[in-house]
Each structure stands twice: as C-alpha cells, then as structure tokens.
C-alpha cells in the first residue's frame, strides 16, 4: 500500500523550499512533489496549490484592509467589497428585529461578487465565516410571506455561489487529511434545513433553482456531502421538484445534475464511495427512472437542453441488468429512437441519447430489441451527420461497441449497414484522439471476434494501417489496437513481457 501524508506535512515542505532555498512557489511546489513521489509517496489526498491559496488570501486580506495595517477598510477592490460585505451581513443579523430588505440587499450583492471565476474570493468570503452567516438566514427567513421567501430565495443564491468550488464549507474533512474511511453520514441541521425549505417552497420555480444549485455545488468532489444530503432525504425534495415542475426546463436540468452529482465517484480523499449504492437507493426505493422517463416523454421531448440532461441521468442511473429491462418496460428504446430523430441536429442530445442506449445495451435482450426496431441505421445515420464531433464520434462508437458483445446476428446488421465505412472514417478523421481510436478498436473486435467472416468488410476499408498508426501515436491505444488486429487476422506483434521462469539465486555460506 502506497504512503500518504497530511495536508499539513505536504505544506511544511513547500514553505520550507521557499524559506531556506529562496524558491518561488510555483517552484517549491513542484519540488516538493518530485521528492514526495521518489519516495514513494501517494498524494491523491493533497492540495497541491494550498500554500499558494493561502498566499493568495493573506494578499487580498491585506489589500482590503489597505495594506498599512491601520485597519481602514477599503472597498474599492473585489476583495475590500467581500469582506465589507460580511461585515454588513453580520450587522444586520445582530439587529432586532431583522431588517429583512437590508439583509436580502446585501446578500444580492455578494452573489454578484462571488459568481465570478475567482476562486480566490469565494475562499476568501468563506474563511470570513460567510457560510454559517447565510445559513443564520435560512432558518429565520422560512416563513410563508413573499418578503420572507424573496430573502429566502437570495440567500441560497448567495450560497450556491459561496459553496462554488469550496464543499468542504458544508461538512469540514477529517482532522487526519489521509483518512481512510468516510465519517458516518446522519442528520446534520444545515443540510436538513436547506432540503427542508426548498420542500416547504416547491411551487417556488426561482427558490427551487437557487437550492439546487447549493445541492450540486455542495456535493461536486465530496463524498461526506453526497452522504449527508442522501441521509437527510435530498432525493424525495429532488422527486417533488421534478414533478412539480415537469414543464420548467430549468428546474428539470438542475434536478437531473443534482442526481448526476449524488452519484459520483470523484472525491480523491476517500478510497470509494456510495454512488452504486445511491444509484439503486434512487431507483429501487424512489422510482427515479418512473419519474424521469415520465418526464421525457411528455413535458420535456421538445426541449434539447433539459433532454440533455434527462438521458445522461437516466444513463448514469442504468447500472444493473434489472434496471435494463425497467427501462425497456417504460418504453425507453421507443423513446430514445424517437428522440434521436426529433433532435438529429443537436449533437449534445444525440450524444446523451447514445450514452444512455450503450447504458441500456448492458442487457442482451436489450441489444435484440435494438436490431429489431431498426435501430442500427438510425445510430449510423447520426453518426455519419456528426462525424467530425468528437464526442459524437466516441459515445457512438462505444454504443456500437455495446451493441454488437456477443450479438453475432447484430454484427452481421452493421456491417450490412455499412459500418466498416463508418469505423474507417472515425478513425482517419479523429486519428489524433486517443479515446476515440480505443473506442474504434473495441468496436471492431467485437465485430468480428465471433463472426470472422466479416474482416474482409473491415480490411477493404484500409482499417489495418489506420490502426497500426493510431497505436504509433498513442501508448493509450496498444492493447486495444493490438486485439483488433488479432481478431481481424492481421500480422501483430505480441510482446511476451514475462515468461513465468524463476531466476535461481545462488547464495554463498560464509
């Protein structure tokens, strides 16, 4: 097992590289991490840039204050506006009773400050404990009154935009930064508070919206937010959203990230996660693929951006044979194929809607249905119209992938339907994308692994020297290029890198 160390250990080295040998940061930064990793060391749980943040902070704080250290406030930079922005919100919070116009005024005016790309300043805002301030305001603006709900509707606005690239402000890590295991996940008074007025307000599109985006941004790349919030009921409030909004393709869009989001695998900090276990809790205890196919066939089939949206979660959700044919009960290959041809121009849905057939596609009853429902053309068709898009390109060949593992009557379909051509044309356009040439070279071994037949089809194409120079340019491509060309019966070179043979060690009595 790989060393780890602390966030504290990784930040001392670098601030020592900067006191004792004069480096820049950039430079001690990197110093640091050469040394760490000759030794052996895993640093997937560290922060590498956290010495420059905290540079960056102590900077702005200095700037804001004026830089004399006379403490006289300066608003005239973005980091004086944040600070004196705090410092109103606390004020105002003080006061009894609360002046709700004043509180949702200065509120309005760091969602403003916050929304922009700098880091710097969201980091800055919340070490100011700007968080819990505007959780302060949550729980005494719940009422039922239009002023309440407008304060109510601001303050999540803020929020969303504080917890924007910084989650931790939700749920602090562990003390121990190489921690193994996930603390358990239970009720928790902010997070409960947060789903519980949104629920009470659900009619409000404009308040549904703000906390969704506080649900989405709370839970990108931490696993103990994904927890908490599904332990505190997030998914019933992502449920009534849905349905109470079925035709607002903003609050549908947001809902779909937001179940997108909760079943994630991306905090480095922890070993693994939930997300399967999120994934079944959603569909098996919530009817989440009812609901949403519900929502693309009916409300949403006319809307590109919220049908987007709708098939990536509905693809991220299909992870189990069982959910397969759930879906193709709803109608889902109906659905999809139908889809596909009312957006043929818009290459983000047909894209999503390929992503969601391979998902589909893991059942092999599901890739009969395909074939028999003439599908094959429409794939082929969409992809020939978007082949210079590279993401059309990629899902479209893992979806043919998907559909032709052990389908022999399949492969003989596509390939009738001329998707030798398309394969060799993918490949010379995208010759340059790795991901893309790997897909093209699963695509083709299962093509004709079963039905060797069908290689002349493929190498009257010329796919022989096209994947023979997508392995030349990239190392991601040898295993998979190199199955290709076996399958194909074309000449490979086979590397044996381990023969099984024993070295004899002979060890001399003193």
Same mark, same amino acid.
């Given at each position: 097992?790989?060393?780890? $160390?602390?966030?504290?250990?990784?930040? %001392?080295? #670098?601030?020592?590289?900067?006191?004792? /040998?004069? !480096?820049?940061?950039?430079?001690?930064?990197?110093?640091?991490?050469?040394? /760490?990793?000759?030794?052996?060391?895993?640093?997937?749980?560290?922060?590498?840039?956290?010495?420059?943040?905290?540079?960056?902070?102590?900077?702005?704080? +200095?700037?804001?204050?004026?830089?004399?250290?006379?403490?006289?406030?300066?608003?005239?930079?973005?980091?004086?506006?944040?600070?004196?922005?705090?410092?109103?919100?606390?004020? #105002?919070?003080?006061?009894?009773?609360?002046?709700?116009?004043?509180?949702?005024?200065?509120?309005?005016?760091?969602?403003?400050?916050?929304?922009?790309?700098?880091? +710097?300043?969201?980091?800055?805002?919340?070490?100011?404990?700007?968080?819990?301030?505007?959780?302060?305001?949550?729980?005494?603006?719940?009422?039922?009154?239009?002023?309440?709900?407008?304060? *109510?509707?601001?303050?999540?606005?803020? !929020?969303?935009?504080?917890?924007?690239?910084?989650?931790?402000?939700?749920?602090?890590?562990?003390?121990?930064?190489?921690?193994?295991? &996930?603390?358990?996940?239970?009720?928790?008074?902010?997070?409960?508070?947060?789903? @519980?007025? &949104?629920?009470?307000?659900?009619?409000?599109?404009?308040?549904?919206?703000?906390?969704?985006? *506080?649900?989405?941004?709370?839970?990108?790349?931490?696993?103990?937010?994904?927890?908490?919030? !599904?332990?505190?009921?997030? &998914?019933?409030?992502?449920?009534?959203?849905?349905?109470?909004?079925?035709?607002?393709?903003?609050?549908?869009?947001?809902?779909?990230?937001?179940?997108?989001?909760?079943?994630?695998?991306?905090? #480095?900090? &922890?070993?693994?996660?939930?997300?399967?276990?999120?994934?079944?809790a959603m569909v098996n205890d919530h009817g989440?693929?009812?609901?949403?196919?519900?929502?693309?066939?009916?409300?949403?089939?006319?809307?590109?951006?919220?049908? @987007?949206?709708?098939?990536?979660?509905?693809?991220?959700?299909? $992870?189990?044979?069982?959910?397969?044919?759930?879906?193709?009960?709803?109608?889902?290959?109906? @659905? $999809?194929?139908?889809?596909?041809?009312?957006?043929?121009?818009?290459?983000?849905?047909?894209?999503?809607?390929?992503?969601?057939?391979?998902?589909?596609?893991?059942?092999?009853?599901?890739?009969?249905?395909?074939?028999?429902?003439?599908?094959?053309?429409?794939?082929?068709?969409?992809?020939?119209?978007?082949? =210079?898009?590279?993401?059309?390109?990629?899902?479209?060949?893992? @979806?043919?992938?998907?559909?032709?593992?052990?389908?022999?009557?399949?492969?003989?379909?596509?390939? %009738?339907?001329?998707?030798?051509?398309?394969?060799? =044309?993918?490949?010379?356009?995208?010759?340059?994308?790795?991901?893309? +040439?790997?897909?093209? *070279?699963?695509? $083709?071994?299962?093509? #004709?692994?079963?039905?060797?037949?069908?290689?002349?089809? /493929?190498?009257?194409?010329?796919?022989?020297?096209?994947?023979?120079?997508?392995?030349?340019?990239?190392?991601?491509?040898?295993?998979?290029? =190199?199955?290709?060309?076996?399958?194909?019966? *074309?000449?490979?070179?086979?590397r044996e890198l381990w023969k099984g043979k024993?070295?004899?060690?002979?060890?001399?009595?003193?």
């Open positions: 097992m790989a060393k780890r $160390i602390s966030q504290e250990t990784f930040d %001392a080295v #670098v601030k020592e590289n900067q006191a004792e /040998f004069d !480096m820049a940061v950039d430079d001690a930064i990197a110093d640091a991490v050469e040394q /760490f990793e000759k030794q052996g060391v895993d640093l997937s749980n560290i922060l590498r840039e956290n010495v420059k943040i905290s540079d960056s902070l102590t900077a702005l704080a +200095a700037a804001a204050s004026g830089g004399d250290g006379s403490g006289s406030s300066s608003t005239a930079t973005p980091s004086g506006k944040v600070l004196a922005g705090v410092q109103q919100l606390e004020t #105002v919070l003080a006061a009894e009773p609360l002046d709700r116009a004043a509180a949702q005024s200065v509120a309005n005016e760091l969602e403003m400050l916050l929304s922009t790309d700098d880091l +710097a300043l969201r980091l800055l805002a919340g070490s100011k404990g700007l968080f819990p301030l505007l959780m302060r305001l949550v729980h005494v603006s719940g009422g039922s009154s239009e002023e309440e709900v407008a304060l *109510c509707t601001q303050t999540l606005a803020t !929020m969303a935009a504080l917890l924007n690239g910084q989650p931790d402000l939700v749920t602090p890590p562990p003390a121990v930064a190489s921690a193994e295991i &996930v603390p358990e996940a239970g009720f928790h008074p902010d997070v409960h508070a947060v789903c @519980t007025v &949104v629920r009470a307000n659900i009619d409000r599109a404009e308040l549904v919206i703000a906390g969704l985006r *506080c649900v989405r941004h709370a839970c990108v790349k931490h696993e103990l937010n994904r927890q908490t919030f !599904m332990a505190n009921d997030v &998914v019933t409030m992502l449920k009534n959203a849905i349905t109470s909004h079925s035709a607002h393709s903003g609050v549908v869009s947001l809902s779909s990230q937001c179940i997108r989001t909760l079943v994630l695998d991306d905090d #480095v900090r &922890v070993p693994f996660g939930k997300a399967h276990d999120h994934a079944k989440a693929l009812d609901i949403l196919m519900k929502t693309l066939k009916s409300d949403m089939k006319d809307d590109a951006a919220a049908t @987007t949206e709708l098939c990536l979660t509905i693809s991220r959700l299909t $992870i189990r044979d069982e959910f397969c044919k759930l879906l193709v009960q709803l109608d889902g290959l109906e @659905t $999809i194929l139908q889809t596909l041809k009312l957006h043929s121009s818009n290459p983000n849905v047909v894209q999503a809607c390929f992503s969601l057939l391979k998902a589909m596609s893991g059942n092999d009853d599901v890739k009969d249905a395909v074939n028999r429902m003439n599908g094959f053309p429409v794939v082929i068709g969409l992809m020939n119209d978007h082949i =210079k898009n590279p993401s059309v390109a990629e899902q479209g060949c893992a @979806t043919l992938a998907a559909l032709a593992l052990r389908k022999p009557a399949n492969c003989t379909q596509m390939v %009738a339907e001329g998707v030798p051509a398309l394969l060799s =044309k993918v490949l010379a356009v995208h010759a340059a994308k790795p991901k893309i +040439a790997h897909q093209v *070279c699963m695509a $083709i071994r299962n093509l #004709v692994a079963r039905t060797p037949e069908l290689r002349d089809a /493929f190498l009257q194409e010329g796919v022989e020297a096209l994947i023979n120079q997508a392995m030349s340019q990239h190392q991601e491509c040898q295993d998979s290029g =190199k199955g290709a060309l076996r399958d194909l019966g *074309c000449k490979v070179e086979l024993s070295t004899k060690q002979v060890i001399s009595e003193e």
